[in-house]
């Protein structure tokens, strides 16, 4: 992080909004408060520079009512990174990464189990896991500067899932075998599209893996027309029938990436799969955890109000705009983005909770860097006076969570969970970071309608 201490209102914080809130009378003039200016991350603020309240007030009627509003942003403001920031602490999870790829190639397996983590003792539920694990990693390194590590460890990683045995379902209700599936194909489809593998036997391997993962994800598309990891409903069948909103929205983006180097899938598959997708969308742009026929906001605390799907907004909003769909527009990826960083604290509270959706509205662990990754993408698809305003403040909550080994973590389990939270949250910096004069900090963020 920078080295700039925080402003004298910064270190006021919430206890004297709250003071001040409750009418008790405010002690001292807080002077040289650091205003956040719109071209450095943080939406919402309308007037760039310093600013300092007025003469001390002795009661909450004493200020007005602006004042109360700009000190309560400012306590609650946090000092953005810098792009030398990010670049840190890029390069801090990619040595975490490089430090602890296994010796065959892949990242992540069942060594050092949690307290739960005995309930996964078929090794097919973790077959898959490798698999994924090392493909979102891989999609990490593609992205980075190639350095002679950086390709040693790309080429591993890669040969090791074209060299993958079948990934079989784990049991009955057990569909895991799925997510290897899903990022096992965006993993090819991104190493395709690559120019270092335009050709050779790799780019071969790679093209005949890609077909075979999207012919076992048509194999266990849902009839709703999506894909989940469990099979829920009252009986076993060999179609799972429960699937869910973000796998859909990941498995779309595998699907289509695919679609266009040529790897068609089968007739009406996609278009299934983007219309449970639709399905999910509520009025209120959360998007339903489950697929069904029709969707429900559920309960006033439940996992499918807007604060307990911050990161399928992402998502399902990528997935959408991805495809073209006319549902989402780029109003409503702003809007999903503000709501992403609005209440990005119930994200927070769930990061390395040991037991799924305890927190607050079912956040779970696990929603973390997924959900990061997917705003990253939405907001490197933004046109550059959109981006400004939201770059700094999502590698803020990135950076802040990075251990001192360089990893990031989420949800314990096994020793998937540092290599896949390091891969999401460095994909999702990459997208933070400038890549030329459209992302000075000056610039002004473009304004947008509220709906």
Known sequence: MSGTSPSPLRRVGAAACALLLAGAPLLGQVEDAQAVTPGDGTPGNDEPGDHTLNDPPTSLVDVAPEDVLRAGREAAAVILPTTADMEVAVDRGLSYLLGNQNEDGSWGGWQEPGPYDEFWSNPHSHYPWVTATTGLVAMSLL???????????????LRFIVQQDELKRPSGWDVDNTWGYVYGLQTMTRALAD?????????????????????????????????????????????????????????????EEARRLGLESPEGMLERAVAALVRCRLPNGAYAYSVGPIPTPGNMEGINQVKGSLSRIQAGNYALQFVGHPDVDTDDVLEGLDRFFEHHRFLDVA?????????????????????????????????????????????????????????????????????????????ALRRCMPTGPAFEPDLPAEPRRRR
């Open 143 to 157: 992205e980075l500067p190639e350095t002679p590590s950086v390709r040693a460890g790309l080429e591993q990683s």
């Open 195 to 255: 120019p270092r593998y335009a050709s050779g036997p790799l780019h071969d391997l790679m093209r005949d893996k890609a077909r075979h993962f999207i012919d076992k994800l048509a194999a266990y598309q849902s009839p709703d027309g999506g894909w989940g990891y469990y099979d829920s409903g009252d009986s076993i069948t060999k179609r799972p029938t429960w699937s869910t909103s973000f796998m859909t929205a990941a498995t779309i983006v595998g699907l």
């Open 351 to 427: 990061r390395q909770r040991p037991v799924p959706h305890e927190a607050y509205y079912a956040n779970a662990g696990y929603f973390y860097y997924f959900g990061h990754f997917y705003a990253g993408l939405l907001v490197e698809q933004l046109a550059p006076t959109q981006r400004v305003a939201y770059r700094a403040r999502l590698a803020h909550e990135l950076i802040k969570t990075q251990e001192s080994d360089g990893s990031m973590w989420d949800y314990y389990m096994n020793s998937y969970h540092r290599p896949y939270g390091t891969a999401f949250g460095l994909m």
